[in-house]
């Protein structure tokens, strides 16, 4: 597998951070930090700092780098003060940024807590896209099977702490990802729950029907089918969660004719049978 230096060693970076804490990596966290050091030298032209300093420069990503990379207010193009992108050579108003004083007000802050770091966030947005770009070829021995079940267990726990819910597109993954059929794909896995790991609150959804052919009511269809056919699930308890995602899809709805919409959509009619 191969990936752009720059992305590879963002990703090393996010991994490393949730699995030194598990002690049964503590011997792949090692690895980790030997390919740190090398991607980051390569990339940056300098020694690597502590891991834990790049640590603490990954989680600055919150922070708009317009503002951080502005703080003196050198760039005429951004105003300090009431957040207005203006055209450099005539001074116009190009469009407003409402939060762009509070994002400054952030920048300002994170680089007094932690100027070291901050340091390399500023690194991070100005690096040669050169050097970013470069095609690397991916250690799949650092981050494989094993090590991807904790994070995305990891990932997925968060997710459910913040409530978010994560909206599926089946027939738009299967056409391009490396799933070759439906019985492939997570959701199932997901709604049936067997091997018992954390799962989010899902929504079904059809992405583009212009491209993939499809809609809500196949999706919904496809994902029944599924359930009784790879997920050994009798047709009452395929049901049953079909329902529970019509439920979860009404409960995690947008705008406010979204009932009046979905009134006239019964998943239980419009299945494989």
């Given at each position: 597998?191969?990936?752009?230096?720059?992305?590879?060693?963002?990703n090393?970076i996010?991994a490393?951070?949730?699995?030194?804490?598990e002690?049964?990596f503590?011997k792949?966290c090692?690895?980790?930090?030997?390919?740190i050091?090398?991607?980051f030298?390569?990339?940056y032209?300098?020694?690597?700092?502590?891991?834990d300093l790049?640590l603490?420069?990954?989680r600055?990503?919150?922070?708009d780098?317009?503002a951080?990379l502005?703080?003196?207010?050198?760039?005429?193009?951004l105003?300090?003060k009431?957040?207005?992108?203006?055209?450099?050579e005539d001074d116009?108003i190009l469009?407003r940024?409402p939060l762009?004083g509070?994002?400054?007000?952030k920048a300002?802050?994170?680089n007094?807590?932690?100027?070291h770091?901050?340091?390399?966030?500023?690194?991070?947005h100005?690096v040669e896209s050169?050097k970013?770009?470069?095609?690397v070829?991916i250690?799949k021995a650092?981050?494989g099977?094993?090590e991807?079940?904790p994070?995305q267990d990891i990932?997925?726990?968060e997710?459910n702490?913040r409530g978010?819910i994560?909206e599926?597109?089946?027939?738009?993954?299967?056409?391009?990802?490396?799933y070759?059929?439906f019985?492939?794909?997570?959701v199932i896995?997901?709604?049936?729950?067997?091997?018992?790991?954390p799962?989010p609150?899902?929504?079904i959804?059809?992405?583009?029907?212009?491209?993939?052919?499809?809609?809500?009511?196949?999706?919904?269809?496809?994902?029944?089918?599924?359930l009784?056919t790879a997920?050994g699930l009798?047709?009452?308890?395929a049901?049953?969660?079909?329902e529970?995602l019509?439920?979860s899809?009404r409960?995690?709805?947008?705008?406010?004719?979204?009932?009046r919409k979905?009134k006239?959509?019964?998943?239980?009619?419009c299945?494989f049978?």
């Amino acid at each position: 597998m191969y990936c752009a230096r720059g992305e590879w060693l963002d990703n090393l970076i996010w991994a490393y951070g949730l699995l030194r804490q598990e002690s049964a990596f503590i011997k792949t966290c090692q690895g980790m930090r030997d390919e740190i050091r090398t991607h980051f030298r390569k990339l940056y032209s300098e020694s690597t700092p502590d891991i834990d300093l790049l640590l603490d420069a990954w989680r600055l990503r919150h922070l708009d780098p317009l503002a951080a990379l502005n703080l003196d207010g050198s760039a005429p193009w951004l105003s300090n003060k009431c957040g207005e992108i203006r055209n450099k050579e005539d001074d116009n108003i190009l469009f407003r940024r409402p939060l762009e004083g509070l994002e400054i007000q952030k920048a300002r802050e994170a680089n007094t807590e932690n100027p070291h770091a901050f340091r390399l966030f500023l690194k991070y947005h100005q690096v040669e896209s050169s050097k970013w770009n470069q095609i690397v070829q991916i250690n799949k021995a650092l981050i494989g099977v094993e090590e991807m079940k904790p994070l995305q267990d990891i990932v997925i726990t968060e997710i459910n702490r913040r409530g978010v819910i994560v909206e599926v597109m089946p027939t738009s993954n299967i056409r391009i990802s490396h799933y070759e059929h439906f019985a492939q794909h997570h959701v199932i896995r997901w709604l049936t729950n067997k091997d018992k790991r954390p799962r989010p609150k899902v929504v079904i959804a059809s992405d583009d029907p212009g491209i993939f052919a499809t809609n809500l009511r196949n999706e919904m269809s496809l994902v029944h089918w599924t359930l009784r056919t790879a997920g050994g699930l009798d047709e009452s308890q395929a049901d049953h969660i079909v329902e529970r995602l019509h439920e979860s899809a009404r409960r995690s709805r947008f705008g406010d004719d979204f009932d009046r919409k979905f009134k006239s959509f019964s998943p239980l009619r419009c299945h494989f049978r």
